[in-house]
């Protein structure tokens, strides 16, 4: 079974910053692909971030230059710095990984549970 927990949402002011946290556990042979999405009330959810396993690394236009996403294989874990944050970063973020499990050529997509990220003064 393969698990992917996020952490460190929460409420933050204009201009504040988070760091998301996204560890996968559970019977994992190989992670490729990871990343971070997001989905605002009555939006549809959209990519923020991804990074393959060797760091290139892909952005939503509207978070370059703000947003950092990194990777530590060794921990199966995925990172999303967050800076500058506006009200429009209000949303639930959801961790993203390619897994291949044990004996399986084949990789397959999970979903962490989802933080919430608020944006508010």
């Known amino acids: 079974q393969v698990q992917l927990v996020e952490s460190g949402g929460g409420l933050v002011q204009p201009g504040g910053s988070l760091t998301l946290s996204c560890a996968a556990s559970?019977?994992?042979?190989?992670?490729?692909?990871m990343g971070w999405y997001r989905q605002a009330p009555g939006k549809q959810r959209e990519l923020v971030a991804t990074?393959?396993?060797?760091?290139?690394?892909h952005y939503t236009d509207s978070v370059k230059g703000r947003f950092t996403i990194s990777r530590d294989n060794a921990k199966n874990t995925v990172y999303l710095q967050m800076n500058s944050l506006k009200p429009e970063d209000t949303a639930v973020y959801y961790c993203?990984?390619?897994?291949?499990?044990?004996?399986?050529?084949?990789?397959?997509?999970?979903w962490g549970q989802g933080t919430q990220v608020t944006v508010s003064s």
């Open positions: 993203n990984a390619d897994i291949a499990l044990p004996a399986r050529l084949v990789y397959q997509d999970y």
């Open positions: 559970g019977s994992i042979r190989r992670i490729s692909d």
């Open positions: 990074i393959t396993r060797d760091n290139n690394t």
